[in-house]
């Protein structure tokens, strides 16, 4: 009697054996998968910071700076950008910051390549439109006047508000 209530309790254990063995090389192959997917995606905003930092340092170039940029080592998992600055010193930023920093760089370059195409006026075009402008305005206050006057003979009622 005792060997049959043992025999099932071997089994339940046994089972419950497996059923544990087999869910932890689930979580294993999930904890791999997930190790694996965080490595692609560090390998890609490794690769896209250096995208950045080529196109940044070639818009340095193209204004004239003796600035570059290049990847520094990582702080705790910290990505950080070195800059190289002969004039003002090398430093270390963030990727955060350099983010920033490169949109500043990008329009800098772009208005540096491409001059905004407005030519000065000519002062003495100015002072004639000044003058027109100015002639405009003492014609209107002229009629303005003229109606204002009008007004006042027809007793229409002009007290001015305060």
């Known amino acids: 009697v005792q060997d049959n209530d043992d025999t099932p309790k071997r089994s339940a254990a046994s089972i419950s054996i497996a059923y544990l063995r087999a869910a932890a ?15 692609r995606e560090e390998n890609e905003f490794k690769k896209k910071i250096s995208v950045k930092i ?10 004239g700076s003796t600035k570059s940029f290049g990847p520094a080592p990582d702080r705790d998992g910290i990505h950080m950008i070195k800059v190289m600055d002969p ?33 000065p006026a000519d002062r003495s075009q100015v ?12 014609e209107l206050t002229k009629v303005l006047q003229e109606q204002l006057h009008e007004l ?8 001015p508000r305060s």
Do not use: Y
């Open 127 to 138: 002072q004639e439109e000044l003058r027109s402008v100015l002639e405009g305005t003492i």
């Open 54 to 63: 080529d196109q940044a340092n070639k818009m340095m170039a193209a204004i």
């Open 87 to 119: 004039v003002g010193g090398d430093r270390v930023i963030s990727v955060e910051i350099f983010h920033i920093l490169s949109l500043f760089i990008a329009c800098t370059a772009f208005i540096h390549v491409h001059p905004p195409k407005i030519k």
């Open 25 to 39: 090389e689930k979580k294993k192959a999930r904890d791999r998968e997930f190790a694996r997917e965080l490595f």
């Open 152 to 159: 006042k003979l027809k007793g229409w009622n002009v007290t």
